[in-house]
């Protein structure tokens, strides 16, 4: 039983969000940087359109999510603004990524921490989410010279992603470290060496990994605890991130210490995982109740057959 | 000569193979006897199943142990990882203590 939701997570995000992502992405690149940022939203509109009408799965996935988080029916406006939202955020990617921070308005939060934490000079962990923008700590890396940032993803979308970007901007590439290969945490543990921070979205499985049971907004789940086991193997800090999108050209950028993972012993070290994972869960759970409309997991994000009392193997 | 040189090759590298095997089960709590480990399956996803996290944390026992150092770019790290009788194999090359 434990292998049934666990195979069906992995299906459901693997085949439709991403795909719908990229798609999304390219024609909003075409768009919008021939056309300009007003131009592409008017765009946008019809792809929330799109998705409230022709993508079944998606707006099911977005009614169950905002019942949770409003606790109450949701109406077709309040999906059309999660689609909308969703849309939105990937369109400013583009901008992002070709470094137009002047077009938007950031409001950081625990900028302080974020910088406490890197002054020990042997990097840390960025963890996001689904939730929001990840894209903006490009905003935040550029305004201090001395930031970098690699982001680590699944290879599957790691190459779609490199693929992408090297379309919108082929500098912005080589911050990407694929997962999968045999060395791929040896270069993660290099980029930390060098006082880099790490980022990865903690929300997702690509299948076959352990998995920790969590509450998020009243329901359970099960997230990945792969992330917080490198960060322990690798005993760095990790803070979680996430760039809540406001409207307008505006978002709000929040760094939440999350876990320190730097003295720990080995003895010690799936406790603090797990006790890492549960925190990560409040955190999601904190932020979906700020921004409601910025969680992009267009997926069953609880399984409904849940291994309900049955903790992880 | 080479009569006599072969058999204590390999009869310390069948050690160093066994020791490589305790470590990996133990830094990884694998549920299985030195002996189930065949020194010739992949380590990584298929065989012994290991993931990326799981080599990482072998890479950081390996050099700490055998005081050698495991580099991002080496072009080998693919090979050395494809088995217990490859990473055996690279240690006894690598190895500085």
Known sequence: MTAG???EQVADWAHTPERSNMFLLRVMVWIS??????????????????????????????????????????????????????????????YLVNRRFDLFEFEVHG???????????????????????????RAIGWKYADLRVAMVMHQGNAQKIIATLAAINPQATQDIIGMGHVDSMLRVRERLDEGSVVGMLADRTPGGEALHPVRVLGGDTNLPIGPFRMAALLQRPVVFMTGLYL???????HFEPLADFSAVARDQRDAAVEAA????????????????????????FWPSANVEGKPAP | MQNIQKPVVSSSSAELQREVAELLIECLNLEIAVDQIDPDAPLYGEGLGLDSIDVLEVALVVSKR????????????????????????????????
């Not at chain 1, 993508?55 to 169950?64: G, K, M, Q, V, Y």
């Not at chain 1, 109406?75 to 939105?88: E, I, L, N, P």
């Not at chain 1, 990097?123 to 894209?135: D, P, V, Y």
């Not at chain 1, 409207?247 to 950028?253: A, E, I, K, P, Q």
Request: charged share 25%; glycine share 8%; hydrophobic share 40%.
């Open chain 1, 33 to 94: 940087l021939r056309l300009g940022r007003r131009a592409g939203r008017v765009v946008l509109h019809g792809i929330a359109a799109y998705f409230l009408l022709f993508a079944p799965a998606s707006r099911r996935a977005s009614e169950h999510y905002l019942r949770r988080v409003f606790d109450r029916a949701p109406g077709w406006r309040d999906q059309y603004r999660h689609f909308f939202t969703f849309a939105a955020t990937i369109h400013d990617r583009i």
């Open chain 1, 5 to 7: 939701p666990k195979a």
């Open chain 1, 111 to 137: 900028e302080d921490a974020l910088r406490r934490l890197l002054a020990g000079g042997k990097g840390l962990f960025l963890m996001g989410a689904h939730l929001g923008s990840f894209e903006v700590i």
């Open chain 2, 66 to 97: 055998y005081g050698m150092q495991l580099r991002a770019d080496s072009a080998d790290n693919q090979h050395t990882f494809s088995s217990l009788r490859s990473l055996s194999d690279h240690i006894a090359a690598q190895r500085t203590r």
């Open chain 1, 277 to 300: 994972v549960v925190r990560y869960a409040a955190l999601l759970d904190q932020y979906c109740r700020r921004a409601p409309y910025n969680w992009f997991n267009f997926f069953d």
């Open chain 1, 247 to 253: 409207g307008g050209n505006r978002y709000s950028v």
